[in-house]
């Protein structure tokens, strides 16, 4: 993980650090996407959208999260058992796919289907 203290300047900038912006693949005039949740800023670049064959090319926003949703996501990093992507797995995931859309993917490809591939990657279940 890499770490920076910046400070804010009086036009609301921040400067980035080149190891930084190395680590994300990232150089000047570099879109990148801002997002706000409830405790953290998070910078990332902006993906270029991809063109799905036979879907529209733009999709509706997905509904706001309400609270209860974001209490439990927020209980569940504090219990470590749920984290952030790394970075590069970020910069490679296509974040406007859909589940029926990897669904329809996966059974094209003649693979198995998506919630017997998440069980083989959890491993064993150790909870009751």
Known sequence: MLTQTSKIDQTGRVLLSQPMLEALGLSAETEVEIVLTESEIVIKPKLPEVEIPGKPAEQPAPPP????????????????????????????????????????????????????????????NDHP
């Not at 209980?75 to 058992?81: I, P, V």
């Not at 995931?93 to 589940?99: C, E, G, H, P, T």
């Open 65 to 124: 999260l309400d609270d209860d949703r974001e209490k439990a996501r927020q209980a569940l990093r504090e219990a470590g058992l749920l984290t952030e992507l790394h970075p590069d797995l970020i910069r490679l995931a296509n974040l406007n796919v859909s589940l029926e859309d990897v669904q329809a993917s996966l059974a094209r490809a003649g693979g198995k289907p998506l919630s017997e591939i998440i069980l083989e990657q959890r491993g064993p």
